[in-house]
DNA sequence: TGTACATCAGTGAACGCGCGTTCACTGATGTAC
DNA sequence: TGTACATCAGTGAACGCGCGTTCACTGATGTAC
């Protein structure tokens, strides 16, 4: 197959939908960062994953770097969804802390190429965004605000609590040689030291 | 410059002493990685900056991967190293256990490079290597060393204690725009909780 | 002491590849008249 | 209702680049005799 070339299947998208692609674009950047890390992921291997020739990409970003951005925004989205769900199925206040940590780590432990992004790359870094306009923002304010009912100094134990869940997330991804606890636990043993009762 | 040509000033080893060139090669290796991520070290990059023509990094190493993991030995013995001496040049027990938190983080901080390459990057994946001689074990020992006369569950308490360090020097790489309060203050409270008296 | 020779520490050119990005273009389709 | 036309959603070819790796080689130097 030639590097450029789209895909057979592909039929491009009617007058006025052309925002589709964009949609398609990220989706498919998405998929390929389950797999590879985020550095190697280049602009070509993404249009050829839509099935569209690379110059293509350049109709909705004006350059990778801004794609792997769209990427980072959608999948902060998606965690802070995914975290908002699970604080919402929880009883109590305290339940709903450890719901937000557990939903967090598995996040990471299920999807570690996109948890990379998040975290641990350079396509995060930006120095012209303010911080809270960063993506991550939201979901800390979530941490903030489920930590609130349980703590008297809310942001002093939310910047201990994620560096905690963080580093399990990471070291677990980063040494999966380890013999690692199960992560529930660890994650009780954790709330259980950070955010006594 | 061309891509391949050794810089002028270098003049070759002599005949017997080639195994110089090893070492000159990973510490270039190292000395760009402080300034690029992992994963864009190219070997010609190496090359260039020992001054020296590509192949000839195929003298000492099959692959660009077996450098990657030389350069990690390196770094690992160099970190282990640091906090074996700062724990030496402490006082009691609790001092020895704060003086390996702080030297741990402190290296991450002042070697954001290098940290990435021993906790964050695939470069350290390697499934062929047993546990035990992995090249950070000797670090985890020295932990789990520090950590025992003060604690009735050393294993447990350094799996927890590794991973808040670990995101807090993680975090603080990767999201630099963060209001991080100064590292020794989030160590200290870290300890006080994980560890208490 | 002299010399032939093996070895050592590399070099230089070349390979095929995928990359980001640019440019001019094309064919389908909606729209104005 | 028919048609000219503007626009939209892309394509295809090309650029220059750096990459990992291979191959045959070269010149200096230590060593055996």
Redesign the pocket.
Known sequence: M?????QPG????????????RA?IVTAAARLLTQQPSE?????????EV?????????H?????A?MWAVLEERFAELTMIVTDAVGRAGDTRDRLRAWCVAYCRFGLEHPGHYRVLFESWAAERTDVPLAELPGHGLYQSLLAVLEPLSTNPEDQAVLLWAGLHGLVSLRINKPSFPWPPITELVDRLLRHLVPI
């Open positions: 030639q590097a450029s070339a789209p592909r039929q491009r998208n009617r007058r006025g939908e052309g925002e589709r692609l398609e190697a992921l280049s602009l070509r291997a993404v249009a050829r099935g569209v020739s690379a110059p293509a990409l350049y109709l970003f004006p350059d990778r770097r794609l």
